[in-house]
Structures are given as structure tokens and as C-alpha cells.
């Protein structure tokens, strides 16, 4: 049977309207920000929990105000923490992280978005009406220098958070700077349908996963490299519905694809595609570049209207990541594949 525990938090903000988190050290979500709070002791009542909660982990002393939300988090083994989140303002103490938070600061929401934080906390705070919409929390640019962007810039699967909502403003502000990659003599014939709605959505990842189904049963044999891309790859065909937003790259091509080398066409689509994943993790999401719903590019031209001079080239799921960072991937040696002045 399922075992109830009680919980509770604090929706604390300063005079500048920044929020008072704490960096969870602990299971659930640990290494994630949240704000601070944790379980409600036998015999203490919510309120009282709020103000030992806050102080133990922030040294802060706080007033407690009304009654934010209250939300059920599943933990382990059929526990299900009933958490009480309490609007409260701080009346003394200095700010020092302890007990189980790791760390702890103020931050504005634009902060808040560059910043890995529990499932579901800015759509809480966002349905109490603490952000105006989630554009509130557009993220500010991390700050990665232009190679550790360009080298840790991942096909994320795994790592999408798939319970996070991504506002549609911060995949415009992305689409704006990946506008900015070449196309043929400038012609920018590329057009960028972007997916939200869940049955839409629902309908191309069942294409997507009938495609990866038949793909991955013809894989041959496999080393540890392409077996671990296979594990992810087949967790993204199963959760692909759930990513908040699929982002699909297309291009005005004419009725039928040009005869022999196309490079001078995708040219003029995919690198503002890759802009685009790297802009998106400049912003804190991530994507993974994906062909497969291709085998089936005319039924989800329909789903979506696609006229029929328009072709796909990729689509991309578009998430916030869970974690913080990537790492540089290994790829085969430059020796192997440079020729200076002829092959
Ligand atoms: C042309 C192309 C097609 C790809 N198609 C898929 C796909 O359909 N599904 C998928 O999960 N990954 C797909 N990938 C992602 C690759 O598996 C991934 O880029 C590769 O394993 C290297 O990993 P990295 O991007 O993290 O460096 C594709 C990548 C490219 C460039």
C-alpha cells in the first residue's frame, strides 16, 4: 500500500522578486535547485515545519504566509510525499546553506531558467501566478566559450526532461539565431515546423518508433559504443511523444528532389538545423538530431500539411536536460581522415 509522508516548502523572494533556492544534496533530485523545505516531523504542525525547514537549510528565519499549492511526489517504493508549499518572507539570519541542501542563493527568473531545478517547480510556480507565463524564465546564455560549445553540443535522448515545459519563446528566440546560418545564394527556402500539441505530437513518434522498430531489428552485432547509442536511441522512440516540443527542418525543394549529388539543396537546411541545437543548449536544452520519421515523411507531411514541394530533413525533440554538463565525445583520429592538398 502506498505510504503518505507529509512535506511542506517555502515560496520565499526578496525585495527585487529573485527566489530563495537550495541545491538538493540528497535523493530525490539530488544535484537539482528546488526551493527549500522537507518533511514534517510527528506531532509539528505545517507552518512550524516551514520555519525549521527554512532555517535549518538556509540559516534564514521566515514568516509564513498562505498556503501556495500542495503537490504529490512520488519517491521510492510506494512512498508518495504530500508537499505543502507555504509563501514566506524572510525576518532575520544570514544566508548559509546546511543540513541537506548543498547550496543556496537568490536568483531572478531568467537565472532560474539556466538552472537544472526539480520537476515541475516553474509550472508551480508559474499556476500560482509567482511568474507571469513561463516566458518568465527565459534563460540567460550559459556561459560556455565557443569551442566547449561546439564540443559538448550532444545528441541527448536519456537526459530530456520530459516532465519540464519548454516555452515556445525560448525555441523562437533559438530558431532567430540558427536564421543566421548560409543558405544557396541566400535563398532561405528552409521552414521550421514546430510541435506542441500532444496528439500531434503522439501521431509522428508513432511513425518515428514504427521506423526505429524496423531499423533496429536490422542492426547487425554491435560494440559497446553503438549498443549504448542503441539503449538511448530506443528510449527516445518510446518517450518521443512526451518531449515537450519536436522540431522538424524543412525545405522548399520543388515537386521532386533534384537528380544526383544534393548537397547544394540540404545545404542550404542542415547547418541552420545544427545552429539550432547549439543555440537551444546555449540556452540550457537540449536536442537530438533524427532522420528515421523519414521512412514515413509523406504521411507525416500530411499530419502536418506539408504541401508536397516542401521536404523534410530532420527533426529534432527539444527539451530542457536533466544535469548539468556533457562532456566532448570521442570520434575517430583527424590523422585518419585529413588530406592537405589531395587525398
Ligand atoms: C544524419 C544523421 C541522422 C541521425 N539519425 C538519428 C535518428 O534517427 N535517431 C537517433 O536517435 N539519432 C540519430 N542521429 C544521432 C547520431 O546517432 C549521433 O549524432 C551520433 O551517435 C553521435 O553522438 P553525438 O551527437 O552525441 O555526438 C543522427 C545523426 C545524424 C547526423
Known amino acids: 500500500m502506498t505510504r503518505r509522508i507529509l512535506g511542506v516548502g517555502a515560496v520565499i523572494r526578496d525585495a527585487d522578486g529573485r527566489f530563495l533556492l537550495v541545491l538538493r544534496g540528497h535523493a530525490p533530485q539530488a544535484g537539482r535547485w528546488t526551493v527549500p523545505g522537507g518533511k514534517v516531523e510527528p506531532g509539528e504542525s505545517l507552518r512550524a515545519a516551514v520555519v525549521r525547514e527554512v532555517a535549518e537549510e538556509t540559516g ?5 504566509e498562505d498556503l501556495a499549492w500542495v ?4 519517491g521510492d517504493d510506494d512512498v508518495v510525499f504530500e508537499v505543502h508549499d507555504f509563501v514566506a518572507t524572510v525576518r532575520s539570519g544570514t544566508l548559509q546553506a546546511g543540513d541537506d541542501a548543498a547550496d543556496a542563493g537568490w536568483f531572478s527568473p531568467p537565472e532560474m531558467a539556466g538552472l537544472p531545478l526539480t520537476t515541475g517547480l516553474i509550472k508551480y510556480l508559474t499556476r500560482a501566478g509567482f511568474l507571469i507565463d513561463e516566458g518568465d524564465a527565459m534563460p540567460e546564455l550559459l556561459p560556455l566559450d565557443p569551442d566547449e560549445l ?30 543566421q546560418a548560409p543558405t544557396g545564394s541566400n535563398s532561405q527556402t528552409w521552414h521550421w515546423i514546430v510541435l506542441t500539441d500532444p496528439e500531434i505530437k503522439q501521431k509522428v513518434a508513432d511513425l518515428y518508433a514504427k521506423s526505429f522498430a524496423t531499423y533496429s531489428a536490422n542492426q547487425p552485432r554491435r560494440d559497446d559504443t553503438a549498443r549504448r547509442v542503441a539503449s538511448s536511441a530506443q528510449y527516445l522512440a518510446d518517450t518521443m511523444a512526451q518531449v515537450p516540443v519536436l522540431v522538424i527542418g524543412a525545405i522548399y525543394s520543388g515537386a521532386d528532389l533534384p537528380d544526383g549529388n544534393q548537397a547544394g539543396l540540404w545545404g542550404s537546411l542542415l547547418p541552420g538545423a545544427w545552429s539550432l541545437q547549439l543555440a537551444l543548449r546555449a540556452r540550457g536544452l537540449g536536442s537530438a538530431w533524427t532522420t528515421l520519421h523519414l521512412v514515413y515523411e509523406r504521411e507525416v507531411a500530411e499530419i502536418l500539411g506539408i504541401p508536397p514541394n516542401v521536404h523534410q530533413g530532420v527533426l529534432l525533440p527539444v527539451a530542457y536536460y536533466t544535469g548539468t554538463d556533457f562532456k566532448p565525445a570521442g570520434r575517430k583520429p583527424l590523422d585518419d581522415i585529413l588530406h592537405v592538398n589531395g587525398w
Open 60 to 64: 534564514l528565519h521566515v514568516e509564513v
Open 71 to 74: 503537490v504529490d511526489i512520488p
Open 150 to 179: 561546439l564540443t559538448t553540443t550532444r545528441s541527448v535522448r536519456k537526459r530530456l526532461d520530459l516532465e519540464r515545459p519548454v516555452p515556445l519563446d525560448v525555441v523562437k528566440e533559438a530558431l532567430e539565431v540558427a536564421l
